[in-house]
């Protein structure tokens, strides 16, 4: 149980245009995601917390307008980048926790990540 | 500023050995921690985890320790198997908070 899909896996796109990520949990219901963002051997850096039906949350240095995030459903938040550079170029990986009671002590469940190379 | 980092970024060990994964965290008010394993190409793979109010869980192969004190987590790997070669991320969660910090990580590579 609790898995959670990201699509695509891969994605390579020119300078300037806009690319959609999209995360799914198959089988239990998000309120809340998270899209985080790695550089190869490095850690996993948080860039923003998706909540269903309201505004996501940005870490510090992360701009909102150049990454979109939108969660329309319970299920299902999508990751915009927009005007795509060269040093967009990562792995991007999403997660999310099986709403419940006092599921802030639970582990995150993680897709598998979207390899994005912007020529 | 809040961080859980690791001693050793790589660590070498012979099929069969243990393994031991150590990570020194820096928020004292950090109440849930994790382990992950990542491989490559894929996202984290969940491990093993441990509350604040105790000091040692064990699984099937592994064991998280947990020293408050001294504010170390480290994972310990019995038996390592060439499959267990991969990443490995301690990670955080401050009290009361939904979000998760990571750490550095740790490549582990087993020989046969």
């Known amino acids: 149980g609790a898995v959670v899909s990201q699509h695509p896996s891969r994605v390579i796109c020119k300078s300037g245009t806009s690319v959609k990520i999209e995360c799914r949990s198959l089988?239990?219901?998000?309120?809340?995601m998270f899209w985080y963002r790695q550089f190869p051997k490095q850690s996993l850096m948080l860039m923003a917390t998706?909540?269903?039906?309201?505004?996501?949350?940005?870490e510090q240095g992360v701009e909102k307008d150049k990454f979109l995030i939108n969660h329309a459903s319970l299920t299902l938040s999508t990751l915009t980048v927009t005007s795509a550079h060269p040093e967009d170029s990562s792995f991007y990986i999403c997660?999310?926790?099986?709403?419940?009671?006092?599921?802030?002590?639970?582990?995150?469940?993680f897709g598998n990540g979207t390899r994005l190379t912007v020529t | 500023g809040e961080s859980v980092g690791l001693h050793l970024p790589t660590l070498s060990v012979q099929e069969g050995d243990n393994s031991i994964i150590n990570c020194a965290y820096s928020?004292?008010?950090?109440?849930?921690f994790i382990w992950y394993k990542q491989e490559s190409g894929k996202g984290p793979q969940f491990i093993i985890d441990?509350?604040?109010?105790?000091d040692k869980r064990q699984g099937q192969r592994v064991t998280v320790l947990l020293n408050k004190t001294v504010k170390h987590l480290s994972l310990q790997i019995a038996a390592t198997q060439p499959g267990d070669s991969a990443v490995y991320f301690c990670?955080?969660?401050?009290?009361?908070?939904?979000?998760?910090?990571f750490g550095a990580g740790t490549r582990l590579f087993v020989k046969a």
């Open positions: 997660s999310a926790r099986e709403d419940r009671p006092s599921s802030y002590n639970s582990p995150l469940h």
């Open positions: 089988d239990f219901q998000a309120t809340t």
């Open positions: 998706s909540n269903e039906g309201s505004k996501a949350t940005y």
């Open positions: 928020n004292s008010a950090s109440d849930y």
């Open positions: 441990i509350r604040s109010n105790m």
């Open positions: 990670a955080e969660n401050p009290t009361g908070g939904f979000k998760t910090i």
